[in-house]
Structure formats: structure tokens, C-alpha cells
């Protein structure tokens, strides 16, 4: 699999809104089940929000409703389109990728990860 590349992230204040993007290289992206996880602070990382490669999408609990996970193959990208944002959702944004096409397991690709912080 080829590289992950996370941006976006940022401070925003709470209820705010932030769009984060991750474009990744490779020609068989369209095969991949996508993802996104977070780590707080002092906190394991958690899953997010996931989405097939059929385009099936699948969100925690905690944000949905909330945020947004969509893909687009033609441009080997991934988004997390988050709203209301809560100072809870501070944390490190991780995108991933499986190579299987689906949900199973840990990822086998992981990004740097982009940062949010969520603060009046």
C-alpha cells in the first residue's frame, strides 16, 4: 500500500466545524477499506469512523451524527467532515487503510496523523 497523508487538523472553538483530508498514493486505493482513529492524550487510540470500498460507511457512536466519513477513488481520498465539535474530540486523527477491502482487524497502513484541538 502506498502513503497516507493526513491534513487539516487545527484548534477550533467548541460547536465548531473542521474538514480533515487524507490523500493517499497508490493505484489500488479504490480496493481499500478506509478509516479514521483518534488518540487522546494519556488515551488509547480509538476508532472513528470507517467506510468500505464499496463506499459503506460506519461511525462510532460518540460522533454520530457528528462527523462524516466519504471517499472519493478517483482522487485516491479520504475525509472526515466533523461538526459540533466537543473539547472531548481533541486528539490526534489517524487515517488507515486495509488492504482487504473491509473492516477487519488493525489496519496495515497507518498516516502521521494531524492534530485537532477542540478549546474557547
Known amino acids: 500500500q502506498g502513503q497516507l497523508v493526513e491534513s487539516g487538523g487545527g484548534w477550533v472553538q467548541p460547536g465548531g466545524s473542521l474538514r480533515l483530508s487524507c490523500a493517499a498514493s497508490?493505484?489500488?486505493?479504490?480496493?481499500?477499506?478506509l478509516g479514521w482513529y483518534r488518540q487522546a492524550l494519556g488515551e488509547q487510540r480509538e476508532m472513528v469512523a470507517t467506510i468500505t470500498n464499496g463506499g459503506g460507511p460506519q461511525d462510532m457512536d460518540s460522533v454520530k451524527g457528528r462527523f462524516t466519513i466519504d471517499r472519493d477513488n478517483a482522487k485516491n481520498m479520504v475525509w472526515l467532515d466533523m461538526s459540533n465539535l466537543k473539547p472531548e474530540d481533541t486528539a490526534v486523527y489517524y487515517c488507515?487503510?486495509?488492504?482487504?477491502?473491509?473492516?477487519?482487524?488493525?489496519?496495515?497502513?497507518w498516516g502521521q496523523g494531524t492534530r485537532v484541538m477542540v478549546f474557547a
Open positions: 497508490g493505484d489500488q486505493f479504490y480496493m481499500y477499506a
Open positions: 488507515a487503510s486495509w488492504s482487504g477491502g473491509y473492516v477487519a482487524g488493525q489496519p496495515n497502513n
